[in-house]
């Protein structure tokens, strides 16, 4: 199984900051890496996929970057309701692993 | 408006069985591949099953093999989790989520709200 390590496991910044986390697969997975975002009480929401596309309806703020086996996700100007669980999930091969989440909160 | 809505969740014994249902729609759910995601009390996310569009190919996590089936009833527009032998670690609210396969990249674009399965004596 391709296993997804994702680092930090929790940050705080600022409104407006720019923040970056990262994602590690355990072999190489092309660009088959997507992010998630996780709100307490809703559904888990797709941000990127194909480890650079912008999901239809999702902030610029928000970009994807990597391949192989190091990725990243980066939030350009950082806003309160971003505060969230974020999760890689590869989806080269079944089974579909998730990273373990990062989780970021808001100073 | 596009929508997946799960049901059937609940408390159950270790060993039983539940069968949760994923209703689509706003969407044709014969177009997309469909997956099943559980998040167990204070984890994080966890891939559990994924069917293609026509219900010929089936993958699970090893975690529920031979113990969860996925299916789907296309002309109901439902999604279907077998579970059998349930165990205390099967305790988790369990996702259905849409799959485009867009150009050959999977990605998991609609979730439901999520249904709550309790595994305990």
């Known amino acids: 199984d391709i296993q997804m390590t994702q680092s930090p496991s929790s940050l705080s910044a600022s409104v407006g900051d720019r923040v970056t986390m990262t994602c590690r697969a355990s072999q190489r997975i092309r660009s088959h890496l997507n992010w998630y975002q996780r709100k307490p009480g809703k559904a888990p929401k797709l941000l990127i996929f194909a480890a650079s596309s912008l999901q239809s309806g999702v902030p610029s703020r928000f970009s994807g970057s990597g391949s192989g086996t190091d990725f990243t996700l980066t939030i350009s100007s950082l806003q309160p309701e971003d505060s969230a669980d974020y999760y890689c999930q590869q989806s080269y091969s079944t089974p579909y692993i998730f990273g373990q989440g990062t989780k970021l909160e808001i100073k | 408006e596009v929508q997946l809505v799960e049901s059937g969740g609940g408390l159950v014994q270790p060993g039983g069985s539940l069968r949760l249902s994923c209703a689509a729609s706003g969407f044709t759910l014969s177009s997309y591949w469909m997956h099943w995601v559980r998040q167990a009390p204070g984890k994080g996310l966890v891939w559990v099953s994924r069917?293609?569009?026509?219900?010929?190919?089936?993958n699970c996590a090893d975690s529920v093999k031979g113990r969860f089936t996925i299916s789907r009833d296309n002309a109901k527009n439902t999604l279907y989790l077998q579970m059998n032998s349930l165990r205390v670690e099967d305790t988790a609210v369990y996702y259905c989520?849409?799959?485009?396969?867009?150009?050959?990249?999977?990605?998991?674009?609609?979730w439901g709200q999520g249904t709550p399965v309790t595994v305990s004596s």
């Open positions: 989520a849409r799959d485009p396969d867009s150009n050959g990249f999977s990605a998991m674009d609609v």
């Open positions: 069917i293609n569009s026509d219900g010929s190919s089936t």
